[in-house]
């Protein structure tokens, strides 16, 4: 089964300031890491490549420092990476970010499966995924919790709100994998010694190499999203206290309708 | 010997401690008479939550007067019934007085109650880029109760342990009189030093109710590296090498898989490599990320040299948290998967920290129990645990007696010591005193009559 899975650099912590002018995260002097959902999707991949076969293949949109986390995917266990990264594609919205992703996968090759994560920790729209899928016109499914191969098809169970569905899907396919389904393998040292900085098993893809060159297709000139503001959020300090009453019962009732029981 | 209380004592009590923070004979909750190994079992008579040091005084002075015992307790997650009332009497429970005073960034400093806990002062103090080096697992223990028994924990390799970042206390003396040991300055060369006899002694000779800790500036970068190793021999005979290469490390520590699976049980989350049978954990800090990844980067090498598989990078707060929250939770893992165990906390010299673990595999076949073990390697710091496995109680007690016997005779041939940061409370105490002998022993007695003279401040422990 040959996968891809896409993957994006983000603040490494999730105390990030935002600009009051601009309303845009300042990034500077901030350490940056691996989405922590996109873990959840790589472990996925690489667990479904060890028990059916294939190679795990890894793209992200990024400025060149982005590079690392592709490294970081191959330290993990992903053969190759490509990075998409032109000027001309900063400022995007999910849909141009899913458009020009797009071009990235194009240039993976054959592919059986994407997987994405659940979102992503800065910009949390959860979109990307599913947008991607469009683009690509390939089937998908999003909070995934497991998958198994059969035959030609995916079968796997989804966590939504209200309930569990278990169903199969026709590859190639799309899925966005839910958080906290695995713990994510820790990057090799080993594999960092003998692949050094990935040279080798890295593509980057700027704007003179994708097929279409509408520029209003990509960046900021192919986002409609318009944000009005950007703010930081308040943080919640909200709990909830059980009094009175059959208490065994209402914990046992919270539990149940979160889903832990 | 000691008075037993009386209607009168808990009514003069009473005058000036509130009745919702006082508790006599039945109303005292059963999680009082013990402590998290649960090894001794006695309530006190009388359970008052303090909330200043001169409610302390007071209560001391009173204790003294009429030769009634006092023990203090912070949350009670000691393991060697320091904390239990063991000759019942007054219990003083310092958990309310949790407040953090000052925090002095010209002396670098913070000043606390003794009832503050471990991971609320780490996190306050984070908060304000400073770093409180002392890391025991247990961070729900209370600062008080860290300096009573000295606790050290896992950075101490680099860092040392919490005598070293006590800068002065207050203390209430047996008969309630005030005092205070040590201050802010930096250096001392003014007597005995009071203060460090302080820290350590178990709620024996006063008790803490306010102490100014030292705290260093926060080091911006920390890595941890896990390596795994296919057998514990192999992993644990690394360590020296680590040790001899002058790697400026932060913590060392081993573990074991059945500990690790115990720890994914326990806590319901998956380890994030379980593949092998025994893992080292380095943890590398400082300021300077290149001169750290350079740090590991030979570590590495070295341990890869000496049969470690791979190294593996925990260098983002959720890495660190999949594997630092299982090593915390290991004695609590261990303990859920027996019916009854307890533990040796024997310390010995670095270079003796292999031969120690490969012993306590022997001791498990002489004896034939289960001694699962995990600690802290760089330090020579063991945590080994004896567990009963549903055996009838007989077996149990002439097998615990017999591999603690083994188990403390060779720590004593390595010129190890009895505990390195539980203390010695009720339960080591015949260890110590094998241990140090009569003339060091008598020192120790000495001492604590010049303190209390009455013995009313936690009779039974230590000595």
């Known amino acids: 089964m040959n996968i891809i899975v896409c993957i994006k650099q983000v603040p490494g912590t999730s105390n ?3 600009d009051p002018v601009t309303g845009t ?125 059969e035959g030609k098809k995916l079968e796997y169970v989804q966590n939504l709100d209200s309930k569990i569905v278990t169903a199969r899907i026709n590859m190639p396919c799309l899925m966005c994998v839910d958080s906290e389904i695995n713990t994510p393998r820790l990057p090799s040292f080993l594999k960092k010694k003998e692949n050094g900085d990935c040279q080798n098993k890295i593509q980057i893809l700027t704007f003179n190499d994708v097929e279409d060159k509408d520029e209003t297709h990509y960046g900021l000139k192919g986002s409609p999203t318009q944000v009005e503001r950007i703010f930081e959020p308040d943080k919640r300090k909200d709990k909830e206290m059980i009094t009175d009453g059959d208490l065994a019962k209402k914990t046992y009732d919270i539990l149940k309708s979160k889903k832990f029981i | 010997m000691y008075k037993k209380i009386d209607e009168k004592d808990v009514a003069y009590l009473k005058s000036f401690i509130p009745e919702e923070r006082i508790m006599v004979g039945e109303e005292i909750p059963n999680d009082y008479s013990h402590d998290e190994l649960g090894g001794i079992e006695r309530l006190p008579d009388v359970l008052i939550n303090v909330l200043s040091t001169e409610e302390v ?40 007085m949790n407040h953090i005073k000052e925090l002095d960034e010209s002396n670098l400093t913070i000043t606390v109650e003794p009832g503050v806990l471990l991971m609320e002062l780490q996190a306050y103090v984070e908060e304000h880029n400073f770093f409180y080096p002392p890391d025991p697992g247990e961070k729900s223990a209370t ?47 003014s007597g005995y030093d009071l203060k460090n006899l302080i820290v350590g002694s178990e709620g024996t000779l006063c008790i803490v109710t ?4 030292k705290l260093l500036p926060l080091p911006s970068e920390s890595v941890s590296m896990l390596l795994p190793f296919k057998s514990m021999e192999k992993a644990i005979e690394v360590v020296p090498e680590i040790i001899k290469s002058k790697a400026s490390l932060t913590a060392i520590e081993y573990m ?38 350079e740090e590991y980067t030979k570590v590495a090498e070295l341990c890869i040299e000496h049969g470690a598989v791979d190294g593996y990078f925990v260098d983002t707060d959720e890495r660190k948290k999949s594997v630092w929250s299982a090593r915390g939770a290991f004695l609590e893992a261990i303990s859920a998967s027996t019916d009854e165990m307890d533990e040796c906390d024997v310390v010995v010299p670095k270079n003796r920290v292999a031969d120690f673990i490969k012993y306590t595999h022997e001791v498990a076949k002489i004896v034939g129990i289960r001694i699962p073990s995990f600690g802290h390697a760089g330090d020579g710091n063991l945590h080994v645990y004896l567990c009963r496995d549903g055996m009838p109680e007989e077996e149990w007690k002439a097998k615990l007696e017999k591999g603690f016997d083994l188990l403390y005779a060779r720590a004593r041939e390595y010129h190890g010591q009895v505990s390195g940061e539980h203390g010695i409370g009720y339960a080591k105490k015949s ?33």
């Open chain 2, 57 to 96: 005084s007071k209560i001391l002075k009173y204790a003294n007067e009429n030769m009634i015992p006092v023990v203090a307790r912070g949350s009670g997650t000691d393991l060697v019934g320091a904390a239990v009332a063991v000759e019942g009497g007054i219990m003083v429970c310092t958990k309310l």
């Open chain 2, 256 to 293: 074991s898989l059945d500990t690790i699976i115990s720890a994914e049980d326990f806590l319901g989350k998956k380890f994030p490599d379980t593949n092998y049978e025994a893992y080292i954990l380095l943890t590398f800090d400082g300021n300077n990320r290149k001169q750290i990844e």
């Open chain 2, 210 to 213: 306010e102490a100014v800790l």
């Open chain 1, 25 to 149: 995260l300042i990034r500077d002097g901030v350490a940056s890491k691996m989405n922590p959902y996109d873990l959840n999707a790589v472990e996925m991949a690489l667990k479904l490549v060890e028990e059916n076969g294939g190679e795990v293949k890894v793209v992200s949109m990024g400025p060149p420092a982005a590079l690392e986390v592709i490294r970081e995917a191959i330290y993990m266990g992903a053969s190759k990476g490509v990075l998409v990264s032109d000027r001309k594609f900063g400022g995007a919205d999910v849909l141009a970010t899913s458009y020009t992703l797009c071009s990235g996968i194009k240039a993976l090759g054959d592919y059986d499966l994407i997987l994405c994560g659940k979102q992503t920790t800065d910009g949390d729209t959860a979109q990307v995924g599913s947008e991607l899928a469009e683009h690509l016109d390939i089937p998908h499914a999003c909070y995934v919790k497991s998958i198994k191969q």
């Open chain 2, 143 to 189: 600062i008080g109760g860290n300096i009573s028994t000295n606790a050290g924990g896992m950075r101490a390799v680099k860092y040392g342990v919490t005598r070293d970042y006590v800068r002065e206390l207050t203390v209430v003396l047996p008969d309630g009189t005030i005092e205070h040991f040590g201050s802010k300055c930096v250096k001392s060369s």
């Open chain 2, 431 to 463: 260890y110590l005193a094998k241990q140090l002998g009569d003339n060091q022993m008598n020192l120790m007695r000495g001492i604590k009559k010049a303190f209390d003279p009455n013995n009313i401040l936690n009779p039974g422990k230590v000595i």
């Open chain 1, 16 to 18: 990030v300031n935002v």
